[in-house]
């Protein structure tokens, strides 16, 4: 038994450095990858209550040549890290530049909205605005459809500097989303300050509605500050069709989740596109 524990400990070193190893190459590839094309989008479906589809969230990937996919949080995680949160944020936001101006050329899918996820530390530069602004006219595009994802923790450090970009970036036309709602902040008041357009309820509330009386009640309780705050609210991580129906009663505007569709490469959401409004 004691050289057992001995074996799990050496083990566990060895996965310990086996995965800092990881990190660090990873590190020193990011950069090359993200010029090379080894990043991508993918893009899952959003629905409305009648199942309709309504847009599109796009998620970033990263197939790394030896290590194959690397999760989005690990990837956004090792950016930051490296400083290179803004460059991968930029890459996302042109690839969905792109694809919102090819959905605009088209009469069917000119009404569709596309959501791009930013990363607290963006918005925390000095340039954070102009920078994404800057990219967006490059595009010529009705942006009106282009939603940006924030979370709460960008009201971590300076919450007037935020609130003062935030504030630029809808004065300019762009759809703002709260995301992960009721997992961040304790203090509800910055929700009066904050010029946000929509709250996404987080996927833990939504995967626990069915058994869990705590998780209905928040989803409620997030829908009714919602309402009374006038914003559009999102569901997200509906994986099951009983966890849309017991949805249903909180009249929910717009709902996404493996139910619907899996976040998909662009050929496969193109082909979803095509069965959608044929
Ligand atoms: P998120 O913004 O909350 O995105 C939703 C995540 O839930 C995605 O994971 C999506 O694949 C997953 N998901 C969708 N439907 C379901 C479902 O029904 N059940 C479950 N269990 N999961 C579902 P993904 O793609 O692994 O991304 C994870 C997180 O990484 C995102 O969470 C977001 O915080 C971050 N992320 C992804 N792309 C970007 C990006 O381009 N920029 C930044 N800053 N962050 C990103
Ligand atoms: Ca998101
Ligand atoms: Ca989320
Ligand atoms: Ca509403």
């Not at 959003?46 to 599109?56: H, S």
């Not at 919450?159 to 036309?173: E, P």
Request: with cysteine; charged share 25%.
């Amino acid at each position: 038994v004691k050289n057992g524990g001995k074996n799990d400990a050496l083990i566990f070193d060895l996965n310990m450095q086996k995965e800092l190893d990881r990190t660090s190459s990873l590190q020193k590839s990011m950069r090359d990858s993200l010029e090379n094309g080894d990043f991508c989008i993918h893009l899952q479906g959003k629905y409305n209550q009648q199942k309709t589809l309504i847009g599109a969230e796009a998620l970033v990937r990263w197939e790394h040549p030896e290590y194959g996919f690397i999760s989005p949080l690990k990837l956004i995680g090792i950016a930051e890290e490296i400083n290179l949160i803004v460059p991968v944020g930029n890459f996302v936001l042109h690839q969905a530049c792109t694809i919102l101006k090819a959905w605009q050329s088209k009469n069917n899918t000119k009404h569709l909205t596309l959501a791009v996820n930013l990363s607290a530390q963006q918005i925390w530069q000095e340039d954070f605005t102009d920078n994404i602004i800057g990219i967006i006219e490059q595009y010529k595009l009705d942006h009106s459809k282009l939603i940006l994802e924030i979370t709460e923790s960008v009201l971590l450090r300076d919450m007037n500097d935020a609130v003062k970009k935030l504030l630029i970036l809808k004065n300019y036309g762009l759809y703002l989303s709260l995301d992960d709602f009721g997992t961040g902040y304790s203090s509800l008041s910055y929700l009066k300050s904050l010029p946000i357009d929509e709250i996404k309820i987080d996927k833990s509330f939504v995967n626990d509605i069915i058994d869990d009386s705590q998780a209905k009640m928040m989803v409620k309780s997030i829908v009714d500050l919602g309402n009374n705050f006038n914003l559009n609210i999102v569901s997200e991580g509906v994986e099951t069709e009983k966890q849309f129906n017991a949805l249903i009663p909180y009249n929910i505007d717009v709902y996404q989740g493996f139910y619907f569709s899996k976040p998909l490469d662009l050929a496969s959401f193109e082909q979803l596109l095509i069965e959608s409004y044929s």
